[in-house]
């Protein structure tokens, strides 16, 4: 890997926003460094990269950071024109997506967080909020996938599902231990859930995947600190 | 080529007007319906934007688009001229990271310092100058955000260029002062007077007294609550 072309992704291997701009480089096929982060004990280089959010994911392109992981997809795509293109040609399309990139990252992932973080009546209200958003996506796709169901041969990688299948997965298992619920749920939002068996099937997604007991522990442990910090 | 290019939105809403400002960035003639958003929306709203149900909402020869900052860059990318963006893939990536930092974090400190209850006020305020003292620093040196001209980020924070002197006017606040932040102010007093953003604001003697009655209203109900 040449000088002239040096890709370095801060990150952290369960955050799904991190999961995204790798996977982003990945379908690319872009070579780049990974440098995965402590968050208790960041390093100086993501403070110094990311001074305003000292956040990951950071993408550092030959020297130059760019934080915040939807800014980031939409460098990648501009920067190496290969596909998949993330991003349609049509400024309409392309219009469309960001839409419903912004729904999905603004209004799903914060109800999904809150489900994960709360409990009692918060967390029931978070659970009934998340799932109205899910049929508002739901029928919002079916534009999206006019044919009805998505399939896996040939598909085109793009900006929403980057960023929705970094934060949701068809596993139900996962989500029946964490959360003693489906929330992708087959019957009530078929659609979202063939969208990300698919998704999760695509061998650059799989591989990436960490398994089962990991991802439960994780959530497990999110869950807990965020209890405990809200009692203290 | 009779192009249709509609815009539903409120006269004080900052988010409409960022829609209408890159449209007369753009030259582009629109025609504009004024919505009543706490009394009336209308079923053409409800119908080309029934996600969220807000304004603005833009129509170009029939088809919808919502979210102020996704119509925008459509406006950028549909007409050429006058860009509202860099063309250097990094540097756009910064005005979008700025403007994101204006919508999801100087927009949500800025209501809450303004509509706080005492108690939680001096806290929420700090917050605010947090976020302005990071916005300002992006200007580093320039008239605008954009550079020479007004661009993406300048649009987005619209709201702290001219509607928040006028909220803080009315609600006896200082928050954005020339003393604490004098990049950010006088780039404030460059926005405004500018000739093709100032053409596009709401008309102050409108804004002011429905900032005044608003911040009245606020107080009664707090003062209902808590007898």
Redesign the interface.
């Known amino acids: 890997m040449g000088e002239e072309n040096k890709v370095v992704l801060h990150g952290m291997w369960i955050s799904p926003y991190s999961k995204r701009v790798e996977l982003a480089l990945k379908f690319k096929g872009i070579p780049f460094e990974y440098v995965e982060e402590d968050l208790q004990n960041k390093s100086p280089q993501l403070l110094q990269y990311n001074p305003?959010h000292k956040k990951v994911p950071v993408l550092v392109?030959n020297g130059?950071p760019?934080?915040?992981s939807?800014?980031?997809l939409?460098?990648i795509d501009?920067?190496w024109k290969n596909q998949p293109r993330f991003l349609p040609q049509d400024?309409?399309k392309?219009?469309?997506v960001?839409?419903w990139t912004?729904?999905v990252q603004?209004q799903l992932c914060e109800s999904l967080l809150t489900v994960i973080k709360t409990d009692g009546e918060v967390q029931q209200k978070a659970f009934g909020n998340l799932f109205e958003k899910l049929e508002?996506l739901e029928e919002?796709i079916k534009e999206i996938f006019p044919d009805g169901n998505p399939c896996i041969g040939n598909y085109n990688i793009g900006l929403l599902d980057l960023v929705m299948l970094s934060m949701f997965s068809p596993n139900n298992k996962i989500q029946e231990e964490v959360f003693g619920m489906k929330i992708i749920d087959p019957e009530k939002t078929p659609l979202i859930f063939s969208w990300l068996t698919v998704l999760h099937q695509l061998p650059l997604v799989k591989e990436s995947t960490p398994p089962d007991d990991k991802v439960v522990a994780i959530f497990k442990f999110v869950r807990e600190n965020a209890l405990k910090s809200s009692l203290a | 080529m009779a192009e249709e290019v509609k815009v539903f939105g409120t006269w004080g809403s900052p988010f409409s007007r960022r829609v209408e400002l890159a449209l007369k960035i753009k030259g582009v003639k629109y025609e504009y319906i004024e919505e009543d958003v706490y009394g009336n929306k209308s079923p053409l709203l409800l119908k080309y934007n029934p996600v969220h149900k807000k304004v603005p909402v833009f129509l170009h020869n029939g088809k919808p688009i919502a979210e102020s900052l996704v119509i925008v860059e459509y406006i950028e990318e549909t007409w050429k001229g006058n860009p509202i963006l860099p063309e250097d893939p990094y540097e756009k990536a910064m005005a979008r990271f700025w403007a994101k930092f204006v919508d999801e974090k100087c927009l949500p400190a800025l209501w809450k310092a303004g509509s706080s209850p005492e108690n939680e006020r001096a806290k929420a305020v700090e917050e605010a100058c947090e976020c302005l003292k990071t916005l300002e620093s992006a200007l580093n040196g320039k008239r605008f955000f954009g550079g020479d001209t007004v661009g993406l980020v300048d649009i987005a924070a619209n709201f702290i260029g001219y509607w928040l002197r006028l909220f803080q006017e009315a609600a006896g606040h200082d928050l954005l002062s020339a003393e604490k932040f004098p990049a950010l102010f006088k780039w404030s007093d460059e926005f405004s007077s500018c000739s093709v953003v100032k053409d596009s604001l709401p008309p102050k003697d409108k804004l002011l007294a429905y900032f005044k009655a608003h911040i009245a209203g606020t107080k009664a109900a707090e003062t209902n609550a808590s007898n």
Do not use: L
């Open positions: 305003v392109h130059k760019i934080a915040e939807i800014v980031i939409e460098y501009e920067t400024p309409y392309r219009a469309k960001r839409f912004s729904f603004q508002v919002g």
